[in-house]
């Protein structure tokens, strides 16, 4: 069966970076948009970036972007999420997200993962 799982969530000071990690099994992963969404609590879900299946298209929400980058390797069934600059308020559940156009991958997915937390602090 299909399987996304994130890793690279941890603590960091505001200011600080992380790289998120979605390790992707159990799909032709080429054939596959990517993106990274995120759940802050009391907050719905929200799109953080997304890339085509490619990588040569990508998308970033207005909050993130100039500060986080995603990218992929199809090779090894990856997709990253680098977050610099991190604020307090980027701390969320972080999520890999799978679908099969990249035009749709901004608002939902065919697959998800269970999620990484990144917590930002002040």
């Known amino acids: 069966q299909v399987q996304l799982v994130e890793s690279g969530g941890g603590l960091v000071q505001a200011g600080g970076s992380l790289r998120l990690s979605c390790a992707a099994s159990?799909?032709?992963?080429?054939?596959?948009?990517m993106g990274w969404f995120r759940q802050a609590p009391g907050k719905e879900r929200e799109s953080v970036a997304g890339?085509?299946?490619?990588?040569?298209?990508?998308y970033y929400s207005d909050s993130v972007k100039g500060r986080f980058t995603i990218s992929r390797d199809n090779a090894k069934n990856m997709v990253y999420l680098q977050m610099t600059s991190l604020k307090p308020e980027d701390t969320a559940v972080y999520y890999c997200?799978?679908?099969?156009?990249?035009?749709?991958?901004?608002?939902?997915?065919?697959?998800w993962g269970q999620g990484t937390q990144v917590t930002v602090s002040s």
């Open positions: 997200a799978a679908d099969t156009l990249f035009s749709r991958i901004t608002r939902r997915g065919d697959y």
């Open positions: 159990g799909l032709t992963f080429s054939s596959y948009a």
């Open positions: 890339i085509s299946r490619g990588g040569g298209n990508t």
